[in-house]
Nanobody
Framework: QVHLVESGGGLVQAGGSLRLSCAAS????????LGWFRQAPGKEREFVAA????????DYADSVKGRFTISRDNAKSTTYLQMNSLKPEDTAVYYC????????????WGQGTQVTVSS
């Protein structure tokens, strides 16, 4: 099992910044990549960004490219999502997820952290 705990959500004005953290524990040696997803009220959960476990590859949704940055601190087994130039449409619950090595889907999920961007 891999245990994920998100933190760093909150309320921010449009144009502001927040940094989300995702601390991983447990069988982290079995993880190949980590991702951030979000779900707004009444909408499907959507992909935001992903990073390989060793941090050499990243991927972003078009809607956040140039504004969000995903990174990792391997020593702390922590993944970050730096969110700049936030917009009201970024308001959602943000989830951290881990994909097992050899897996095609994200099998481990955190509990989520709320991000609210006011206009």
């Amino acid at each position: 099992q891999v245990h994920l705990v998100e933190s760093g959500g909150g309320l921010v004005q449009a144009g502001g910044s927040l940094r989300l953290s995702c601390a991983a524990s447990g069988r982290t040696f079995s993880v190949s990549s980590l991702g951030w997803f979000r779900q707004a009220p009444g909408k499907e959960r959507e992909f935001v960004a992903a990073i390989s476990w060793i941090g050499d590859r990243t991927d972003y949704a078009d809607s956040v490219k140039g504004r969000f940055t995903i990174s990792r601190d391997n020593a702390k087994s922590t993944t970050y999502l730096q969110m700049n130039s936030l917009k009201p449409e970024d308001t959602a619950v943000y989830y951290c997820a881990a994909r097992p090595s050899g897996g095609v889907s994200y099998g481990y999920w955190g509990q989520g952290t709320q991000v609210t961007v006011s206009s």
